[in-house]
């Protein structure tokens, strides 16, 4: 399931939620190709601190995905 920050309709980024870090969900290049929403989370509780998998795309846990977004 994604969830996702929008401000004026525009979406800000998507972010997918798991237990641990796993490879990256196939579902998630394919949003990205189809959505004009520029950053996508693959966001974890447990496993490695952080991954760039492509432009736009993010495999980080939960601590880091609060300090990018500023939510803390």
Excluded at 4 to 33: D, G, Q
Excluded at 57 to 72: D, G, M, N, Q
Aim: proline fraction near 1%.
């Amino acid at each position: 399931m994604f969830w996702t920050k929008s401000i004026n309709k525009e979406s800000l980024f998507a972010v997918e939620c798991k237990l641990t870090a796993k490879a990256l969900l196939a579902h998630i290049p394919y949003f990205k190709e189809r959505t004009k929403i520029k950053k996508f989370y693959q966001v974890h509780l447990e496993g490695e601190e952080e991954k760039q998998i492509m432009d736009g795309v993010l495999i980080v846990t939960f601590l880091k995905f609060c300090k990018y977004e500023k939510l803390v």
